[in-house]
């Protein structure tokens, strides 16, 4: 049981043999409600090493609840020095501003680390909040 104060949640951690560069490493990271968030869907957050490019999939709702998380893994995944990060977030049922923002600080913080961040799925329900807000090409969605 992973409790950070405003949000408690379960952590599961599966790692393959070998190096950090091996595709069979995940990291997955699912918060639940609480008194704060009843009722409120939960987020997973899992990673894996494609090559060079470390892979985020994101499922459930990002949204002030669970951005955190987002923040947190992406801190973990720059500290392994790849050299791309690529979103998948078709999973997401969900996302408000705070998810938007969540988004753009890890754009940033790659692009000051020097690597490459893009969103390379998204959700419909996400496509056109970042279509509303004109942030496709910022965070560099596929056009569809």
């Known amino acids: 049981m992973v409790e950070d104060g405003a949000t408690r949640g379960s952590m599961a951690r599966q790692v393959g043999g070998g190096d950090r560069g091996r ?6 990271t699912t918060f639940g ?3 704060m968030t009843e009722g409120h869907e939960s987020i997973t957050v899992t990673t894996s090493r494609n090559g060079d490019t470390e892979v985020v999939v994101l499922a459930g709702e990002l949204d002030l609840h ?3 998380e987002l923040t947190a893994t992406i801190a973990r995944v720059l500290d392994t020095a ?3 990060i690529g979103i998948d977030a078709r999973g997401l049922t969900f996302a408000d501003s705070a998810g938007l923002r969540a988004l753009l600080l890890a754009r ?3 692009e000051a680390r020097g690597v490459g961040l893009r969103l390379t799925h998204v959700s419909e329900s996400l496509d056109r909040l970042l279509e509303m807000t004109g942030l496709r090409e910022v965070l560099g969605v596929p056009v569809t």
Not at 23 to 28: F, G, N, P, Y
């Open 23 to 28: 595709r069979d490493q995940t990291h997955e």
């Open 33 to 35: 409600s609480n008194s």
């Open 66 to 68: 669970s951005s955190g």
């Open 82 to 84: 790849p050299a791309a």
């Open 108 to 110: 940033s913080d790659a």
